[in-house]
Each structure stands twice: as structure tokens, then as C-alpha cells.
């Protein structure tokens, strides 16, 4: 199916692991975000990446590692959990005229 | 420096009554301006959008926003409430060619039988 997809869905790991999320679209966008979702700060940007091989920090980088070695997927990699990185996790794709399309997210639990 | 401020964090309305979420913006630049919607444990979805063409915008499942520069709002409608309509709608600027999101902080909307 066509679209923006994300997985897993949802994820309970322990602090101190290493977590990957996984970003896939089919639309052949140039530019991909990753998005943290918590209460009381709305939705902020973590990374995003222009284009394959092209990544940018946003607001809240620090603690996650990103890469796209293909257009298509975009991963989003906690290299050591923490328990302040509980969140709603989304991953989206931007079109040519700049309107963002969202996955369906990733519940993280950090415990 | 842009920013979005949505008045109301929560609506209630009844079924078949008009919804009015209202968002106010400031931007140094041209924007564009979007509404999204989120149900619960879902991601969020486009409900329509403003870029610089006609001022009142229709979007999908009978919502509409009309952008006031004079006003800086960008306020959604809906001229009947239906049960399906109830979610966390956020307000989002967006300057013009670029791609930094600057999202409200979301208003939840409650419809009553």
C-alpha cells in the first residue's frame, strides 16, 4: 500500500539499550522528520533529511542517531535508552508543494 | 520567529452543532497554515491547508478554515458535529518554502450524543 508506514507500533525496552525505529514511504519524497510526541510540549522535531545521505538536526536531537542510505526509509536509532525518551514517536514525509505527512506512530516505553 | 496559539485546549460540543476551533499565528513571513487532526492512538492526519491561494479552505470530512491576515487567525469550522469528530486537532505554521512545522498546542474536541 502506498503511503507512510512505521514499526514496530509499539516497543518496551529497558534503559541503557539500543532501540531502532523504522520509517517507510512509498511516495519517493526527498525530505523525511522524525517527530517526539509528549504532553505539555506538543510535537518537536528530533532530525530530518533533504534527501538520501543528507541529514540535519532539529530541536530535540540529542540521545538518537539517524541515517538514509535509501530514499525510502529513514530509521531512527536510540543508541542508549532513557526513560525520558518514553514517548509517541512520529515518523513524516513531505511532498513537492511542502505539506508533511504522518505515520501512524511508535509508543516507546523505557522502563 | 513564528508561533501558533490555539485558544481553546478543550471543545465540547453536541452532536449536530456547529464546531469552531480558533488559532491565531504570528510569522514574520508569508505562511502557510494547516490543521491537522489526531484520534486516539492514531497519527495525524491532514485536514486541509492554506497556501497563499483562495482564503476560505475546504477541507475533508466537512471542515473548513478561513486564513485572515488582517487578524492573523486561521480558524476551523464544521457546521455539524458528528460522534466521529471527536480528537485532538492541532494548528500548524509553516513558513513559506520551508519546512520547519511549528505546531499548536492542540485543542481536544468532546461531542456529546
Known amino acids: 500500500d502506498a503511503g507512510i508506514t512505521q514499526s514496530p507500533r509499539y516497543k518496551i525496552t529497558e534503559t541503557g539499550r539500543q532501540v531502532t525505529l523504522m520509517c517507510h514511504q512509498t511516495?519517493?519524497?526527498?525530505?523525511m522528520f522524525w517527530y517526539r510526541q509528549d504532553l505539555g510540549h506538543g510535537l518537536r522535531l528530533i532530525y530530518y533529511s533533504a534527501a538520501a545521505d543528507i541529514t540535519d538536526k532539529g530541536e530535540v536531537p540529542d540521545g538518537y542517531v539517524v541515517s538514509r542510505s535509501k530514499t525510502e526509509n529513514f530509521p531512527l536509532t536510540l543508541e542508549s535508552a532513557t526513560r525520558s525518551q518514553t514517548s509517541v514517536y512520529f515518523c513524516?514525509?513531505?511532498?513537492?508543494?511542502?505539506?508533511?505527512?504522518f505515520g501512524p506512530g511508535t509508543r516507546l516505553l523505557v522502563l | 520567529a513564528q508561533s501558533v496559539t490555539q485558544l481553546d485546549s478543550h471543545v465540547s460540543v453536541s452532536e449536530g452543532t456547529p464546531v469552531l476551533l480558533r488559532c491565531n499565528y504570528s510569522?514574520?513571513?508569508?505562511?502557510?497554515l494547516f490543521w491537522y487532526v489526531q484520534h486516539p492512538n492514531k497519527g495525524l492526519q491532514l485536514l486541509l491547508k492554506y497556501t497563499s491561494a483562495a482564503t476560505l479552505v475546504k477541507g475533508i470530512n466537512g471542515f473548513e478554515a478561513e486564513f485572515k491576515k488582517s487578524e492573523t487567525s486561521f480558524h476551523l469550522t464544521k457546521p455539524s458535529a458528528h460522534m466521529s469528530d471527536a480528537a485532538e486537532y492541532f494548528c500548524v505554521v509553516r513558513r513559506a518554502a520551508g519546512n520547519k512545522l511549528t505546531f499548536g498546542g492542540g485543542t481536544r474536541v468532546l461531542v456529546k450524543p
Open positions: 511516495w519517493s519524497h526527498s525530505y
Open positions: 513524516a514525509s513531505r511532498d513537492p508543494v511542502g505539506t508533511q505527512y
Open positions: 510569522s514574520s513571513y508569508s505562511p502557510s
